[in-house]
């Protein structure tokens, strides 16, 4: 939600209106399941 938060922001500073709804995944990840494929798919939407 931070990244999604900030990248709103710098865009609504450069003047580009801001998106009305911003969907975010809710997902727990844990030690024991952060390896697993879906949620590595999940995170590297993130990662840039």
């Given at each position: 939600m931070g990244y999604l938060a900030l990248a709103s922001l710098v865009e609504a500073l450069q003047g580009h209106p801001p998106p009305h709804n911003?969907?975010?995944d809710v997902v727990t990840v844990t030690p024991k399941n952060m390896n697993d494929p879906a949620i590595?798919?999940?995170l590297?939407?993130?990662a840039k």
């Open positions: 911003i969907f975010v590595r798919s999940l590297a939407r993130y």
